[in-house]
Every structure is written in structure tokens, then in C-alpha cells.
């Protein structure tokens, strides 16, 4: 097998994908030595290791036959009927079985609703910045991206009904908008109850459909939850991505979507093409953490641990960052976003940090209009306070030496 | 969150998808007192649900923060070490690390494979019969499947060389060529090596690339091991999908897929935003289950077990079947093809069958030009010998009835 070139025979979803800026800093990040800020994994400390062992070993013994065979592709009934009464007492969406699609990681969701409402050149409107996950999966699919504001109430609303009334006078189509509602990846803001009810006007008056990312909604250290935007919605234009990732274990991939009947049924379809069906086990070793009550204590525990993890980023922030730039406090997730002063360029910024074996995400990929160049994200989620502490002061110096 | 109508939302690949006959029939399986020779799934009796306790066990005392977090989108490094040494071991296909990428099943490295080779229309050839798992991973992909004759040499390189040459003259361009080289679902026939090689060849010729999924290459019960189609390939055009569900764990849906670097580099980019990564515990139960040999000892048996099975439901078939009928007598795998006489509709015995209690797969599904209405797979794995006697009884007598 050697490697001719073959680069003609590739498709056309192919040459569209760039690689995410996030998967590959990891490589960097795994370097000895390295204090990172850069990855938005969750904390190992708080995986619910021991519970998981308990309920594997107990799953194995008396139900192997059905944790280690190939599933239904839309899930686990059992784990789809726990999750519906979920999404209806803790989130107030109304849902059954029928809504609910299980998922390998709510990336897969993603894919999934990309895959069954993008056709090539259709227009997605997305945060500037925003998650290049979501943006990935649409461009997967061959859609083509078009940027909108985020501010402090999240995804500006006023402006996406700006853009959408210019694009239908010239006659182009939109077929959705993509949005992180809570403590936004990367940016850490949510998106005001005012615009999540505009946003499902003008889904309705622009016949759009909302793809409502959420991997974030549980992680609510202070505030009253808002309620979801398809909650908002009477007319089935919104697609649901919930992940269990960041409270539980992601490494077990399951995650879950909501949306219409027809909707899910497509993507269930869809589904048997791609993986055939989401992990068996750690369908069942969920719906038992689930029902045993062990989750919704999990998931208290983690945001105090969280929320610690939070206050001592701002502190250090405060202490060692100077006057000149701006940063926001989220009330959950785990993300702060940074604003340098403009003489400062992020990716410079970045690639001496990493000598001093400091590592962060600069903004630039998280704008689809390449701006952002000033900006970068700061995670709490993973490092340790001290390395936290360490990394923080060392780039305050760094900052300040070019501010001079 | 209502249902209105808003199918002029859906994507052409939404539309191109047909649900899976085998993944609805799975449904009918499920009812009480069904004897199902339908689904192909393995034998949960050979499942190594011990085995996998005690490794899931160490697993999660010792490093629960890897096994539970997220990992690298290509996979767990050293199992996809020790899967490069397995390959040139024991398939003799020459590869390292850069060659493999770990996939959620081996339906996902197909579904990656069509995602970043095929082009809306562009063409793919498939058996007649084939999976439809591998159709439809082309017809996701919105490709254009055309047909070519399996015997009992498998796919028929003679006359798909006949076709391309039309299909050339006719200045239309082909994409590729899906193959199940071995113990073909469902046929359960396997492609020889003069035609292997004839493939290989034609490849080149005319500019195609293999797909060549390869789930039940391991369960040979008798003969010699062929070599794989990549491993005669010298050009880098073929992508070769493994799996362990047959032989390890299906729920665990992990898998694996070999390919010439730069395209797997791109599988990888396009996995990145479709789940980011495979389940890492299953990645890590995997990986001691074959370092500790028991994959390799666990075949061994699975085979016995499986070859048992084979045996028993040939005696079962020529005990039962009417001399008019004619079957195959497979060296491996889950599956024998039946063929009815011209007289019996098998879509229609099924419906007959299913009211008996008995259940089967019609062969219609798996001919992507509507024919093999008098054709029916049965599968041996999944079912014990009491159900697999009584329901080929069954099924004997029903067709003997028809032929009267």
C-alpha cells in the first residue's frame, strides 16, 4: 500500500473540513510540562469512576447479553423514556420517546441535523465567535457560513433579523441558525430570554430551522436557568442537542437530541448508516446513573467544583492581568473569553506562551470571518488551581511586556 | 414544540435515505415466541462479559482519567499500535499507525470513507446482492449505485471490467467499488484471488477506489485465510474496514479502518466534527482483550461455536428444504443464501412465515435493482439449535406447501 496521488478523487465535504484549531492544540497541550487553559475537557477529579465500576460490574453480571450486543438505533427505550421525563421536569420541554435520539457525543446530534437539513451552499448563520465544532459539522455538509454578533445577552438577535431581511431581498434563502444558548463556547455569555423568544419569531417568520447546542445547560453555578429555546418554539423548528460530556463521562460518548418527531426519524435513519447504533454499555450504565439519582447529585457536586474552579481563575485574572484587558464572568460553563488591546495579536501572543510552556486557544478560529485576532479563551475546566495560578501570571507578564 | 409540516426543510441526503430492512425487521424479532433466523448478529452466548468486568475493573481503578475522558479523534495510540501489528501479522497488510483510524463500528469507516470520497452522483458498483449498510452509506452520501452480478467466486470482475468499459466509452466517470471480500452478507461467498487481484487492477486502470468491509474476514471456520484486497494493492486506492463487533463486543462499537495515510488523515478531520472520538473506555478495553491474547484465543473458539452452528442448520436445511430449493455451504461467517424457485415470492413466504412465528430476511433489499424476489437470507449466529430447527421445519414446510 503506498500513496499515490490520488487528491482528484476526493470529495468535495473533504476539501471543505479544516481540521479543528482545538483537536490540534491538544497535541501540544500533552507536551510534559505544559500548563494548559486551552482544553475545554472536563475535570478527571470529578469522574464518577467508583459509581461506574458498581454499575458496570452489576450490568455485565446480569445483563451482558443485552450491554454488549448491538441496540436500536434511536437508543435504549428505557434510557430515552428516563431522558424524556428529564428534559420535561428539568429543562420544561414536553417530549416522549418519539423526540429523543440517542447520540455518540451531542457532536453527533449536530452532524446528524446537519446531514438531514443542509444541502451544499445552504446559508447558516452562526455567533461571531462561536464553537467550530458546530461550525465543522456544517461545513461538512457543504453549507455555507454567515457570521451575527454575540454580546453579553449572547447571539444578537436584532442584527441576525438585519441580515435575513438583506439576504431575502436579494432572493438568497437561509435555512438556519446555530446557537450555544448557555455559557457560550467561547465566549461564556447566554443568551437573553428576550432573544430566545426573538430568535423563535424569526425562525417562524424566516422559515428557518434553529439548531439549539446545549452541552453547557446543567453547568449553572448561580442565576435561574432560562428556559430553552425549543421550549420557546410551537412550530418544530428546533433541533436540541443536549450532552452528558461535561457531567458525566465523555469519554463514553452518549449523548441526546430533541426535536420533532419527523425530525429525529430522519436523523434516526441517517443514524443506521453512520455507526448503526450508540454504545450499548454506556447507554445502561447512564440510564442507571441517571435513575438511581447519582446524576442530578453529580451534577450539583461538579458545579460547586466548578464554581471554585471559576472564582479562583477570576481572582487571578484580577491580580495578574493589567488595565487594559477586558474579560467577562460567566455564571457557568467553563469558559472566559479575553479581550487584548489591539496592539496585541492572540496567535503571537500564543506562540511565545507555549515556550514558557503556557497554553490557551486563541479567538481567531473561532471567527468564520477571520477576525478576532485580539481575543482568546481561557478554560478553568481541567488544570489544577496551581497550574491555573502558574499560567495566569505567566502570561500577565507576558502581556505586560508588550504593552510596554 | 408541535409538528408542522416543514419537509421542504430536508436535506437531498435525508431524502435519499431509505430506512434499513433489516434494522425494521429487528423490531418484528423482538416480539415473544419469535424463532428469528433474521438478524446477523453474533451470539451473545460467546460475549466475554467476564473477561471484559475484570479488564473494566483495572481499567477504572488505575486510569479512570483516561478511560473516561475524551480522547484523540484517530484513536488510543497504542491500541492502534497493537492493531498495526495485528494487521501485517495476521492480515499481512504492511501499515503503521498513520494507516489506521479507530471508528464507532466499521459502518462508520465506511460512512467516513464515502464522506470524503463521493461526490453527489458520483458512481459506486456493488454486488447483487449486497449489505445495504454499504449502499446506504453511498446513498448518503448521495452517490449512484449500479449493479454487478456475485457468484460463487463473489463479485464478479468480469463483467464489472465489461461495465466500466461502457460506462467509459459513455464518457461517464466511476467513483469506486464497495466489496465484502469475505463470507459476503448475504450471500456468505467469498471473492477469490485471481479476482482480487483483477480488482486491484482495475482500480488502477480506471481510476476507482475499493471499498472493501471486511466484518467477517475472521470467522474463516475452514480453508485458507485470502489475502486482503489492500494487501495486493500498490497504489493507495483501496480502504479497508475491519470490525470486532463479530468478535468481540457489537455494543462496544468499536472498530477499526486501514488506508493509505493522507486519506485517512482525512477520515480523521471529518470524524473531529461527527463525535470526536470513539468511546475511550471501549478503546481501552480493547486493547488489553487483545494484548493479554484473548481476542486471538476468543476467535479461535467463536469459530468453533459458530462452525457448529453452520453444520447444524445445513443438516436442518437438507432434512427440510425441498430438493427445488438451493442453498450455499459457507466457509465462515453468519450467513446461507437461499433460492427459491421462480414460483415463490420470498417477501410473501415472509409474510407467511412471521404469522408461524418464524422470521427471516427477505433477499429483495439487498438488490439495488429490485430483483432477487425469490431469494431469502438466513442467519445461524444468532439463534440456538431448537430455534434453528424449528423454524427451518417450519419454513420447509410452508415452501413445500407452495410448490403443490
Redesign the interface.
Known sequence: ????N??H??????CC????AI?EI??LVDLPGMKSLAGG??D?AV?P??E??RI??KL??NK??????????EGVTELRQELAHLAADRYG???DLD?IVI???S??G??LAC??????D?VVFVGLPTYF?GT??V???CGQLQGVAVDDNGLNTRQLEDQLQRLKKNGQQV?GVYVIPNFQNPTGTTLSLERRQHLVELAEHY?L?IFEDDPYGDLRFEGDHLPPV??L??????VHMRSM?KTF?????VAWTIG????IR?MV??K???????????QYILLEFIRSGQWAKRVQLNNQHYKRKRDFMLVQLAAHFPEQVQWNQPDGGFFIFIQLPQTIDAANLLAEAIEHNVAFVAGEPFFIDGSGAHTFRLSYSQSGETVIAAAVAELGKLIKKRLK
Open positions: 500500500m503506498s500513496t499515490s490520488l487528491q478523487l476526493y470529495s468535495k465535504s473533504a473540513a479544516v481540521p479543528s483537536r491538544n497535541k475537557w472536563p478527571p469522574f469512576g467508583q461506574i465500576i458496570t460490574n455485565l453480571k451482558a447479553g443485552k450491554a454488549l450486543q448491538y441496540g436500536a438505533t420541554i414536553a417530549c423526540h447520540t455518540a457525543g457532536a453527533q449536530m452532524d446531514r438531514v437539513l443542509i444541502n451544499p445552504d465544532g465543522g459539522a461545513m461538512a455538509a435555512k422559515d430551522v425549543i421550549s418554539d410551537a412550530h418544530g423548528r428546533v460530556s463521562a465523555p469519554g463514553l460518548r420533532p418527531p419527523e425530525m430522519k435513519v441517517a443506521q448508516f453512520i455507526d448503526v447504533a450508540t454504545n450499548s454499555l454506556a
